[in-house]
């Protein structure tokens, strides 16, 4: 019996590199271990590659050692990988749905602002968000007014591109930002002011949506902030469950700590052992994987087809822990990075489990 296809649905980079060896950070080989585990074969295509009316697709399969292009039957169970931001791409994964496909992590980019105001209409998560507004002129001053540093962020970013921060200085105000918006960004300009907010951050924040944001009173290691990838996955029962909780440390220069803008991994174990000893470092990492899974069900609630997220949080001096926010299409690297190899592989093991999970007749457990 041959074993059913699930497919790996990617963006047009990830495709072109995939008969020449080349993904890049997507390890597309665990998928393969994964599928002999679970008696599934994955297949990558994107969504141009799909006839909905024959219900084929002209999909890359493993052959031996060699990855070919074959015409094969649409899969009934698909894991989104690729990023899509137009109404139009939305309607063609719902037709999908109304064919009887299942696609999870179906839409993986959501505003910030949007996750937000979901996670406020919760009252045991609210405790631990940011004050968080549109950055608006008027919600600038009042952040002003509350906060002594405060971070503006554009609501449908990531990996930290076009973050600015500004901190309240004993002349006023100065506000540090990037000088374009490419992941590549090496400079960063400061300019400091007194009431009148710059043209600069005026004209940005008009240009398009940004919010506004408190800056959390981050725990650090060695004198620099950081926050966690907690990695929160449906799996082979189809249930949320944590893979995995690795450090980003901000670099000596930036307040950042996205790994792409040179932030530095570290596991969470060996930060509390060092800088935090009089912490039960169990006891931090159980609440933590509570708290992620608890927003993960949240949101899971409100987001149809959601499966594999990657949460940003951080935590207090005291290991108490605080939302930053959600990512729909996890960047697993940091797991290998931090040399948790274990992890890292489970990345990518969970989302095959969950669609042989599905395949059996399965549904998602709220």
């Not at 990996?159 to 901190?167: A, C, F, L, Y």
């Not at 932030?263 to 000893?277: F, S």
Request: aromatic share 10%.
């Amino acid at each position: 019996m041959v074993n059913p296809y699930v497919g790996i649905l990617v963006n047009d980079s990830l495709y072109a590199g995939i008969p020449l060896g080349n993904t890049k950070y997507e390890a597309i080989h665990f998928y393969s271990e994964a599928g002999r585990e679970f008696g599934i074969t994955p297949c990558y295509f994107r969504m141009q590659d799909v006839h909905i009316h024959t219900m084929r697709v002209h999909a890359y399969v493993q052959r031996g050692t060699q990855y070919i292009r074959e015409w094969i039957p649409l899969p009934k169970i698909i894991h989104n990988r690729a990023i899509y931001l137009d109404h139009g791409s939305d309607q063609e994964l719902e037709s999908w749905t109304q064919h009887g496909i299942h696609v999870f992590n179906r839409w993986n980019r959501y505003s910030k602002l949007q996750i937000h105001q979901i996670l406020m209409l919760d009252e045991t998560i609210r405790p631990h968000l940011p004050g968080t507004f549109p950055a608006t002129l008027k919600n600038m001053k009042v952040m002003m007014s509350a906060y002594d540093s405060i971070i503006i962020k554009p609501t449908n970013s990531s990996i930290g591109r076009g973050v600015m921060k500004m901190d309240r200085t004993p002349t006023g105000w100065q506000l540090v930002y990037p000088a374009t918006l490419k992941i590549s960004n090496k400079v960063w300009r400061q300019v400091n002011f007194r009431k009148q907010l710059p043209l600069t951050l005026r004209r940005k924040i008009q240009s398009r949506a940004y919010l506004v944001q408190q800056r959390l009173p981050l725990a650090t290691h060695d004198n620099r902030p950081f926050d966690l990838r907690v990695s929160v996955q449906r799996g082979a029962s189809g249930d949320w469950c944590v893979t995995g909780i690795v450090a980003k440390v901000a670099s000596r220069k930036l307040f950042l700590t996205n790994v792409a803008q040179g932030g530095q991994v570290k596991t969470l174990t060996e930060i509390l052992a060092a800088d935090y000893p009089s912490l039960n470092s169990c006891a931090v990492c159980e609440q933590i994987a509570e708290f992620a899974l608890l927003v993960a069900k949240f949101l899971s609630m409100h987001l149809p087809h959601l499966a594999d997220l990657g949460l940003d949080i951080g935590i207090t001096k005291d290991g108490y822990p605080l939302f930053i926010e959600c990512n729909g299409k996890d960047q697993r690297y940091s797991f290998r990075e931090a040399n948790m190899l274990e992890e890292w592989k489970a990345t990518y093991y969970n989302p095959m489990a969950y669609a042989k999970y599905l395949l059996n007749g399965g549904t998602p457990v709220y």
